[in-house]
């Protein structure tokens, strides 16, 4: 027939075809992006698992993480230890060495350090107003970020600094967006220079960065064991309390933090666990949830928390690759 195309012998017809496939630009770029992502992924539930056998190994907790987002806030004078001024390399390392191994359980963790081991405000001597005080005391706390920066990194931990007051050689400036992002990577973030405006206590800076990141619970490590009813140097009889409800601190007038601080975590429901920093082993205990300290926080969170703690935990991790 006129016009009809006549099929050669051995051909395929054109539906039974194999087709060519050319692979442009975008296309390998998407090949290799894909590849990326997925040995990212081993390599994190490699470095999970890691740290749950070396936690285990140390005779550390390796129980679920009961809070998958929290902040540390570190007290300056706890890092000074037997020295008096400055960072003792022993606290130091111990409390670096319990954040990484939170981190490495899954935790994300982003830590507020004090300076009141290098510079204590206003009574530094007489005639110093309250704003440059305060300043100062802004320029120690990014002196201990960067000692806990290098301290983790050399634990292995990913670890970014962000000051409030800009310091672009030596760290990021505050983003918020960027926190989060570098915490949903599995760094540590520390933030320093506390808010950045005189008049607030790193405490205050704590409770804002624990609500602006999301955090889960404030976890403040300081020099003594809990919240007591009374000064435990002056009385012998001083008993410290397990739980505590937001309420119950006002009405008592316990010092757990400063009012803005505390007032911050209660309209926010931001939990709030003291503990002593220098016992070693508190640090990965309170980030895993474990009844340690004094718990501040609403009553049902407490007893969501307790119940949660006695449940059974099952270890094994479905197609981890070792």
């Known amino acids: 027939m006129i016009g009809k195309r006549t ?3 051995g051909s395929q017809p054109h539906h039974r075809r194999r087709r060519r496939f050319h692979f442009g630009a975008r296309s390998a770029m998407r090949c290799r992006t894909s590849f990326t992502r997925n040995s990212a992924s081993i390599r994190r539930r490699r470095k999970f698992d890691l740290g749950r056998v070396q936690a285990s190994a140390n005779g550390t907790p390796t129980s679920r993480p009961r809070w998958t987002r929290v902040l540390l ?8 230890g037997n020295l008096g001024v400055g960072l003792d390399p022993a606290v130091l390392d111990s409390v670096t060495r319990e954040v990484a191994a939170a981190s490495q359980n899954g935790v994300q963790v982003a830590i507020v350090v004090g300076g009141g081991n290098f510079f204590r405000g206003q009574d530094a001597w007489l005639g110093l107003d309250r704003a440059s005080a305060d300043y100062m005391g802004m320029l ?7 000692g806990l920066q290098s301290a983790l990194e050399r634990h292995g931990v990913d670890t ?13 400036p505050y983003i918020r967006r960027r926190a989060i992002r570098h915490l949903e990577k599995g760094r540590v973030v520390i933030f320093a220079a506390g808010t950045g405006n005189p008049f607030f206590t790193t405490d205050t800076a704590a409770a804002l960065r624990a609500a602006e990141i999301g955090a889960e619970a404030l976890l403040k490590a300081t020099k003594v064991d809990g919240v007591y ?3 435990p140097k002056k009385r012998d009889d001083a008993r410290m309390h397990e739980k505590l409800s937001y309420r119950q601190v006002q009405l008592d007038r316990l010092q757990v933090m400063d009012a803005t601080a505390f007032t911050l975590c209660e309209e926010n429901h931001i939990p709030v666990v ?4 220098l016992q070693e082993g508190n640090i990965l205990k309170a980030v895993m949830g474990q009844q340690l300290g004094t718990y501040v926080g609403d009553e049902g969170h407490w007893q969501k928390v307790s119940s949660a703690q006695e449940e059974p935990v099952n270890t094994s991790r479905k197609g981890d690759v070792l």
């Open 73 to 80: 806030k570190v007290s300056g004078e706890a890092l000074q």
């Open 229 to 231: 009813d009374h000064d």
């Open 160 to 172: 970014r600094v962000q000051s409030a007051i800009e310091m672009r050689s030596v760290s990021e």
């Open 140 to 146: 120690a706390t990014c002196m201990n970020a960067l």
């Open 274 to 277: 003291v503990f002593n920093l």
């Open 7 to 9: 099929r050669s012998a």
